[in-house]
Structure formats: C-alpha cells, structure tokens
C-alpha cells in the first residue's frame, strides 16, 4: 500500500502565496525521483484550487489536489457552500471530512459528517475522514469510545465496495498545531483500534490491505519518521509544517522508512 503525505494548508495562504508554494514543492519533487512512489496531496483554500489545477496541468505534476472540506449536496439554495461536483471540475481527488477544527469552531455532528462521506464517495472523491478525541476526553478515559464512535457513525452505511476508497486520519485534538505530537505508539495504538472497530463491518482483508489510516497532529521533519515507520500508520496529514517547501519535501523523502513491514 502507497503511504500517502496531505497537506492541510487550512485558512493560510492566499491565491498568489499558494501558487508560489506549489511551484516551490513540484520542482523540488521532480528533482527527487524517489518521491513519486507515495501519494502526495495538497488541500489548498477553495479560492485557490482552480489556479493550482491549472498549474498542475501545464507541468503534468504529479501531485494531487484536495478540499479542505464538501457540502453534502450536489447543488442548489445552500449559501456560501461548495458542493463536490464543483470541487470535481478542478480536479480535486480528496476531501478532508469532519477536521476538529470544523466539529469545534461550526458544530460539525457525526451525522453532518456521514453525509458528507458518502456524498463524497458517490462523486469519486475520497474521504479523509479525521477523528480524535480531545485532551478532557482522554482524561476522563474516553479515548476509545470517543473515537469508536466517531469512525462508526462517519462510516454508516457505506457500502463495503466503496469502504476501500476512504482514508481515516488520527488527530488527537489537542496535538493540533502545537508542536509537540503525540507518541508514535500511542498513535499506532489508535490506529489500531480504528481498524478493530471497522472489523466488525468490513472484511479483515479489506480494513488490513486496503484502508488507509493515517497520523496528523504536529507532525514535523523531525518527527514524521518515528511515525511512518510505525507498522499501521499509512501516512500523515499535517498542517503548520506543510506550509514551507523545504519541510514538506524533507518530510514526502522520509517516506522511504525501512523498518516498515507493511
Ligand atoms: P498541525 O495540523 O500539523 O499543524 O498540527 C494538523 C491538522 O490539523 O491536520
């Protein structure tokens, strides 16, 4: 299985300093032949996904495109939303569904969610469903019910030949943007249990060969190897770190852990 490095660029950058991050990144990739064996995405702003699609076209870069969040609708009287066909025009292959900071700062439910994942599969994107539990949470020892609950209610009703399709990203809230992760095997331990859950809807050989579950939360050029090279951790999605070419081609080389089994 491909790991698979997102970029969450979050509410940064605007359509020029965009522009210019990805130039940076493609000629710094294309230099770096190696790195085109893992899958690398970039979740820009709305504004500036059709700018970058552009430019991913004329230098036939391999790196693809993903939206920060989909409506769940395909269109119609939802102001100030963007629905997933619109996203397709621009070549967007991935979307991130359900980040903390969405579920926090705009009530994001587990049934909003949902919606959106399954609108999500049934336009050909793919789901980069984040849960985690917050600090308090872990403190009270609701880790695992926290995000048993989360992964269940994301994935209900979707259906086992589109289940392959989704990626599940581990973020435990209060990591986000600080600096300081997690230890990679308290995250391997949530990666796990994710798939143990999923194992009671979905074929083992799917949930062990074909999902994809990834870490975010303050990963970083010094840290990311201590991840990827966990057995179970198929990848990162980072935020703060991804917003300089530099660290983010540093952190797409590590991928070549090889202490990893699977
Ligand atoms: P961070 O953000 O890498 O800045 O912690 C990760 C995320 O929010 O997805």
Known sequence: MKQIFIANWKMNLNVEESLDLVKKIDSLLKKNKDTEKNDVVV???????????????QKKSKIKLGAQNIFWEEKGAFTGEIS?????????????????????????????????????????????????????ERKRGQRDSVIGRQVGRALEGVKKNEFRKIIIAYE???????????EPEDAAYSHHLIRKVLFKSYSEKIVAKDL????????????????????????VLVGSASLEADKLVKMVKSFSCPKRKK
Request: charged share 20%; glycine share 8%.
């Open 212 to 235: 994809r579950v990834i870490y975010g939360g303050s990963v970083n050029p010094d840290n990311i190897d201590s991840f990827i090279c966990q057995d179970g951790i198929d990848g």
């Open 43 to 57: 979740c820009p702003s709305f504004l500036s996904l059709w700018a970058i699609n552009n430019y991913f076209n």
């Open 84 to 136: 997933p066909k619109m996203l397709k025009e621009v070549n967007c292959q991935y979307a991130i569904i359900g980040h903390s900071e969405r579920r926090e700062n705009l009530w994001e439910s587990d049934q909003m969610i949902n919606q959106k994942v399954r609108t999500a599969l049934k336009f050909g994107l793919t789901p980069v469903v984040c849960v985690g539990e917050t600090f308090e």
């Open 172 to 182: 435990p809230v209060w990591v986000i943007g600080i600096g300081q992760a997690v």
